[in-house]
């Protein structure tokens, strides 16, 4: 049986959980996963210090003090790395620099709604399943004794 469907509506099920809504800088709680839109002066000085495409910012909060925030973002693909693993760093960025910050939330409903789509998913899978195999024992046993299919009434024939 092939996995990767099923893999696939894992991630999609979990992805559609979350939502990032807007926030300001002040009411982000620290440990917060957040995105957020830089000036361009800002972008373009943290590509060229990291040598990294920046089209957002994603990362977490660490610390916030005074006019300046501690983000840590991922810097390094898992593949790039001996033991598999993503490396992030930790970088500080002055509030002016920020244009909007959004954090990350669980979307309550999204995940009623993608609960009830995989627990109905999974109910037409299981009746599927039972309505193709219904001659099958469900279990052990030896099978079920064979009989000739009844095509219809037998009429007896009269005898000469």
Known sequence: MDRHPAWCAVALALTACYTYRPATIDTLPLGAEIRGLLATEARLTLEDSLGLGLADLRGTLVARSGDSLLVSIRSVDAGSTREGRPLYQRVALARRDVLRVDVKRLDRRRTFAVAAIVAGAAAVLL???FRSNPGEPPCCGPPPPE????????????RD
């Open 147 to 158: 009989s000739p299919p009844a095509w219809g009434l037998r009429v007896p024939l009269p």
């Open 127 to 129: 009746i599927r399943e």
